[in-house]
């Protein structure tokens, strides 16, 4: 069973969730402390942070796993709540959020759900697509998709939140990078060759839809079909 790594500095918050991620099957490391807890990513297949830690922040974690080249799940325990603190988490690499207070049963169906859509191993499986981030490899129902370096971000960067609508502005930033001196456009053409890739017709999605007076998200499976736009 996977390594659960949970950071919080409240012993009554690690207790609990130990309890509901044992009774599950998970190993479960432990830290209350930025510090620690950065000696112990490394050793974890999933990390629950708080947001506020004795010598750096879940944030600061989360940017630092990312910059070191861990593709480890993310969740996130924060009370806020707050739009813009949500997408500073996303852009350090936060991979989902849970405000306090919290249901343990929601934190476990959280984790639940991340370590279905990474894997142990670090893919994303999504019905018949799967999305290895280490190998940054495609198949679709077995069969590699060749893409390019910008048409695998661009399709990792959405697969891993899927439902999320992302404006092209944030795409342009997240893909591209914020000195980008391109236009917006270039995230239509980009799209254009995924879907053409994929299989994947904008009047009948099954991964990429269009958000209309948005931009784009990865469709996720348990919701309802969009209208095309």
């Known amino acids: 069973m996977p390594t659960v790594l949970i950071v919080d500095d409240d012993p009554a918050i690690l207790e609990v969730l130990r309890v509901y991620l044992r009774a599950e099957g998970h190993t479960v490391l432990e ?9 112990l990513l490394p050793r974890a297949d999933l990390a629950v942070l708080d947001w506020m830690l004795p010598g750096m922040t879940g ?39 849970v405000v306090k207070p919290f249901s343990p049963r929601e934190v476990t169906a959280r984790i639940r759900a991340l370590l279905r859509r990474a894997g142990v191993h670090h893919t994303l499986t ?10 940054r490899d495609v198949h679709l129902a077995g069969v590699r998709v060749e893409l390019s370096k ?10 891993q939140h899927p439902g ?9 930033e997240r893909v591209w990078g914020p ?3 391109g236009t917006e456009r270039v995230v239509d053409v980009h799209i254009t060759a995924l879907r053409r890739k994929l299989g994947d017709p904008p009047d009948a999605p099954r991964f990429l839809e269009t958000v209309r007076g948005v931009g784009y998200r990865f469709r996720d499976e348990d919701a309802p079909r969009a209208i095309p736009g």
């Open 31 to 39: 830290a209350q402390t930025g510090p620690d807890a950065w000696a």
């Open 59 to 97: 944030v600061q974690l989360a940017r630092g796993a990312r910059a070191a080249g861990l593709s480890l799940p993310i969740l996130m325990l924060t009370g806020r709540g707050e739009e813009d603190d949500k997408l500073l988490g996303l852009d350090g690499g936060v991979d989902d959020y």
């Open 126 to 135: 999504l019905g018949d697509l799967t999305i290895d981030l280490r190998a």
């Open 150 to 159: 910008l048409e695998f971000d661009l399709l990792s960067t959405m697969a």
């Open 164 to 172: 999320m609508a992302w404006s092209r502005e944030r795409l342009l």
């Open 179 to 181: 000195d980008f001196p």
